[in-house]
Nanobody, 122 residues
Framework: VQLQASGGGLVQAGGSLRLSCAAS????????MAWFRQAPGKERTFVAA????????NYADSVKGRFSILRDNAKKEGYLYLDSLEPEDTAVYYC????????????????WGQGTLVTVSS
């Protein structure tokens, strides 16, 4: 599975963005998908994950109630909706995929997109 993330940009605090993750390959619909982010000078951390059928979803505590993860298997795309953005959300956001159940552990994801930068100004 090849992944390409897009949709990042500069937004003011309180604003919204939609990140997209386009997948190629035949097995996307069988893969769990997740988003991670890496803030400047910090390690990459978990943001959200969704099972292959969308039935199971997990969020990091820091984004619960503000971010939403979705997927469209027919389009081979995943999405991360970012609302009520805060300067602390500034980071490069990565989408990732894996076979089997979704996970919060980034080392379990073999497939990664290139990342898209989200900058939130105060």
């Amino acid at each position: 599975v090849q992944l390409q993330a897009s949709g990042g940009g500069l937004v003011q605090a309180g604003g919204s963005l939609r990140l997209s993750c386009a997948a190629s390959g035949r097995t996307f619909s069988n893969n769990a998908m997740a988003w991670f982010r890496q803030a400047p000078g910090k390690e990459r951390t978990f943001v959200a994950a969704i099972s292959w059928n969308g039935e199971y979803i997990n969020y990091a505590d820091s984004v619960k109630g503000r971010f939403s993860i979705l997927r469209d298997n027919a389009k081979k795309e995943g999405y991360l909706y970012l609302d009520s953005l805060e300067p602390e959300d500034t980071a490069v956001y990565y989408c990732a995929a894996k076979q089997g159940v979704s996970s919060l552990v980034q080392s379990e994801y073999p497939y990664w997109g290139q990342g898209t930068l989200v900058t939130v100004s105060s």
